[in-house]
């Protein structure tokens, strides 16, 4: 039976990994002192996948474009198994996630690592969407109409 709650956790964890930039991930990988032997079981691999859209979100499905993504899947001596994809042609970033991926497959592992890796990259991910909001925010005009009274 698949835990809902591994498959949550596992799900935010691969989505803060694929958001995060790859200079920032190598930078605090070291920090988390693990470096397992494994073996590469496809990839990294570059591909395209197709963009859908809807208007006003609710609309009929159209094809908006293509984007460029790589993906790797990594096999560790003990057995375990990880995958990533992610936007982008990034074939280092795609295989360190992946092997993430597969040691977190060991709860104390996986507890470890979100400590030392997952949440400051998340809490870091964070700050700058807040950012990007209010300077977003900062530049909003609202409209608006004034009747005339002449009709």
Known sequence: MIDVEIVAARKARMAVLARSSAARLKELWPAVGLDPAYAM?????????????????????????????????????????????????????AKLSAVIDALCCNGEVAARIDVTLIEPLRAELDNADAISRRETAATRVDFFTVARGED
Do not use: C, I, W, Y
């Open 41 to 93: 079981l496809r990839g990294p691999e570059f591909g395209l996948v197709m963009l859908r859209g809807r208007v006003g979100g609710t609309g009929q499905a159209f094809n908006l474009g293509e984007a460029s993504v790589t993906r790797a899947t990594v096999k560790l001596a003990d057995g375990a198994v990880g995958h990533a994809m992610m936007l982008g042609r990034d074939a280092a970033k």
